[in-house]
T-cell receptor
Framework: NAGVMQNPRHLVRRRGQEARLRCSPMKGHSHVYWYRQLPEEGLKFMVYLQKENIIDESGMPKERFSAEFPKEGPSILRIQQVVRGDSAAYFC?????????????FGPGTRLTVL | QKEVEQNSGPLSVPEGAIASLNCTYSDRGSQSFFWYRQYSGKSPELIMSIYSNGDKEDGRFTAQLNKASQYVSLLIRDSQPSDSATYLCAVTVSGTALIFGKGTTLSVSS
């Protein structure tokens, strides 16, 4: 049973470029969460999605960041016009539907470096 | 503001000892509580979840929850050098987003 998959594992972008991070949840999981971990900082929630719906985006920066989870294909976190402060590890997690405890399982992460 | 507090450590214990990791949270509405282990450069790995007051044991790990004191802890028995990692405490309030502490670094010496 494959775990949460993320790609790319490492991404280098120059300031002003766009970054696209992809996440495929575990088999049977329909809930996807994105978190960001800045150097020397804790993990911070960004957005929670179900298929074709954004459920909670309270942790998303208001500008340049967007997320989607289409009916077919992986969830995508998109960062437009990246700046150096966007350099971080971005983790995706998934959980099964109707889980009363909401255990979330993390993917390997995408390490974004902005030059 | 919902907060989760952990002592950053490092917590150093000798091999075979019990490691005790602690966490407090600010929101009394918190529903579920989790411990994740994160090795340097890797992703968080779920090792324990608990949602009722009391103890929950799984192998060498025991999670303890006290909702009245807003306190959750993780005990690791017979600590091994391979347990050396950062341990993240996380809680959910509405059952969706996880709120993480900054983690406690554990070092187990052989």
């Amino acid at each position: 049973n494959a775990g949460v998959m993320q790609n790319p594992r490492h991404l280098v972008r120059r300031r002003g470029q766009e970054a696209r991070l992809r996440c495929s949840p575990m088999k049977g999981h329909s809930h996807v969460y994105w978190y960001r971990q800045l150097p020397e900082e804790g993990l911070k929630f960004m957005v929670y999605l179900q298929k074709e719906n954004i459920i909670d985006e309270s942790g998303m920066p208001k500008e340049r960041f967007s997320a989607e989870f289409p009916k077919e294909g992986p969830s995508i976190l998109r960062i437009q016009q990246v700046v150096r402060g966007d350099s971080a590890a971005y983790f995706c997690a998934s959980s099964p539907p109707d889980s009363p405890i909401n255990e979330q399982f993390f993917g390997p992460g995408t390490r974004l470096t902005v030059l | 503001q919902k907060e989760v507090e952990q002592n950053s450590g490092p917590l150093s214990v000798p091999e075979g000892a019990i490691a005790s990791l602690n966490c407090t949270y600010s929101d009394r509405g918190s529903q579920s509580f989790f411990w994740y282990r994160q090795y340097s450069g890797k992703s968080p790995e779920l090792i324990m979840s608990i949602y009722s007051n009391g103890d929950k044991e799984d192998g060498r790990f025991t999670a303890q929850l006290n909702k009245a004191s807003q306190y959750v802890s993780l005990l690791i028995r017979d600590s091994q050098p391979s347990d050396s990692a950062t341990y993240l405490c996380a809680v959910t309030v509405s059952g969706t987003a996880l709120i993480f502490g900054k983690g406690t670094t554990l070092s187990v010496s052989s």
